[in-house]
């Protein structure tokens, strides 16, 4: 198989990795393919915009989101074939990593064009180096689902990890985040960092037990990575979804010294299904 060679000249997709907070933490190389550049595509192009004017950058912006990749990725492809050099930038970090790109990759190595990274400062990464946890091996998960029970599936099918886990999480969910982390994965160690880079960077470290009950306190702000780590314990605490429903339901009347009926509601809750589900499937595993 013919491999590609960054430096052959004709239309190329650039991986431009953006600051993540600091202006300053952007590579010369990267100004210098922003600069030669015959289009920018952006995820968002006014916060691109502030990057670009701060480096007295002027360039052909283009808006490439996650609601218009299906119509922009076959314009950016035309262009590309034609001998354009087009440079896909994210808000902040490398594209595609938990952003928008992935299909246009996809279409550009399908078309035999040229695909070049231009890594730079990335989230994930500067967090984990300075967490303090273990960092030999490690997972990237990115986002958890947004929604409680399918929040709750993922991390169960996590329980087993023994590395560190690495999210990325919004303010508004964090602390649901945390509380359902705690639930499933048990009390295991943990860092919030926040703002990385940044101002007001912030990082808080301590057990999911006390990081969940810190940010229930305060609602935090600003951009946000989740370190998880292994279990403190040898044996890890079973994930939720992975025991039979009733042997969760009596867990959680022992636990929390509640009725069955409420019990039934908090693990049909941890699991995403309805109460009607939860309730026939009770009743056939007791028949």
Do not use: W
């Not at 013919?2 to 190389?29: C, H, M, W, Y």
């Not at 998960?141 to 929604?147: A, C, D, E, I, Q």
Request: glycine share 6%; hydrophobic share 40%.
């Amino acid at each position: 198989m013919k491999g590609q060679k960054s430096g052959e000249t004709g239309g190329r997709l650039f991986l431009v990795a953006a600051p993540i907070g600091n202006l300053e933490d952007i590579s010369l190389r990267a100004l210098r393919v922003l600069k030669e550049a015959d289009v920018i595509a952006c995820e968002d192009t006014r916060q691109t915009q502030k990057l670009l004017r701060h480096y007295q950058i002027q360039k052909k912006l283009i808006s490439y989101h996650e609601h218009n990749e299906m119509t922009q990725a076959p314009e950016l492809v035309i262009e590309l074939e034609q001998g354009a050099r087009v440079a896909l930038v994210s808000d902040a970090g490398m594209p595609v990593i938990s952003d928008p790109g992935h299909r246009l990759v996809a279409l550009c190595l399908r078309h035999k064009i040229p695909v070049v990274p231009v890594p730079g400062a990335t989230a994930l990464v500067a967090a984990l180096a300075a967490s303090g946890m273990p960092s030999e091996e490690f997972l990237f998960v990115g986002f958890l689902p947004s929604r409680a029970g399918e929040r709750r599936r993922k991390l169960a099918e996590l329980a087993p990890q023994t590395r560190t886990m690495v999210f990325y999480e919004a303010p508004h969910r964090l602390a649901d985040m945390l509380h359902d982390a705690l639930d499933v994965l048990g009390n295991r160690p943990a860092v919030v960092a926040r703002e990385v880079t940044k101002l007001h960077e912030e990082f808080s470290r301590g057990s999911l037990e006390e990081l969940g009950a810190e940010f229930t306190r305060r609602a935090p702000r600003g951009e946000i990575t989740v370190l998880i780590g292994a279990a403190n314990n040898a044996a890890p605490r079973p994930a939720a979804a992975q025991v039979p429903l009733t042997q969760r339901v009596e867990e959680i009347m022992r636990e929390h010294n509640v009725d069955q009926k409420a019990a039934l509601k908090q693990a049909a809750r941890e699991r995403g299904l309805s109460k009607r589900d939860a309730y026939r499937d009770l009743l056939k595993h007791r028949i």
